[in-house]
Nanobody, 115 residues
Framework: VQLVESGGGMVQPGGSLRLSCAASGFAFSSYDMSWVRQAPGKGPEWVSSLNTGGASTYYTDSVKGRFTISRDNAKNTLYLQMNNLKPEDTAIYYC?????????WGQGTQVTVSS
């Protein structure tokens, strides 16, 4: 399993970023996918998940209405569109997949929201 995140960066409050996660080494279209973030000095926080077809999506309350998770199964890629970013969204963002009993993570991409 390989997950490679990209698209992070520094943005001002109110700005937008689109994260991508390129997946390989497993049948991407057969698994639910998730985004998880970890802020400095804090533990991991689940952000969002979606099912295999992308029709069912789930969000933590703090990002509802601002973030949109999606996937392109033809490209084996997971996305997270983040709008109206806030300083409290600053974190390393990871994509993740649970296959049987093993959860795999990418290396993460840093998102910094600051004026």
């Amino acid at each position: 399993v390989q997950l490679v995140e990209s698209g992070g960066g520094m943005v001002q409050p109110g700005g937008s970023l689109r994260l991508s996660c390129a997946a390989s080494g497993f049948a991407f279209s057969s698994y639910d996918m998730s985004w998880v973030r970890q802020a400095p000095g804090k533990g991991p926080e689940w952000v969002s998940s979606l099912n295999t077809g992308g029709a069912s999506t789930y969000y933590t309350d703090s990002v509802k209405g601002r973030f949109t998770i999606s996937r392109d199964n033809a490209k084996n890629t997971l996305y997270l569109q983040m709008n109206n970013l806030k300083p409290e969204d600053t974190a390393i963002y990871y994509c993740s997949v649970l296959i049987v009993t093993r959860r795999s993570w990418g290396q993460g991409t840093q998102v910094t929201v600051s004026s």
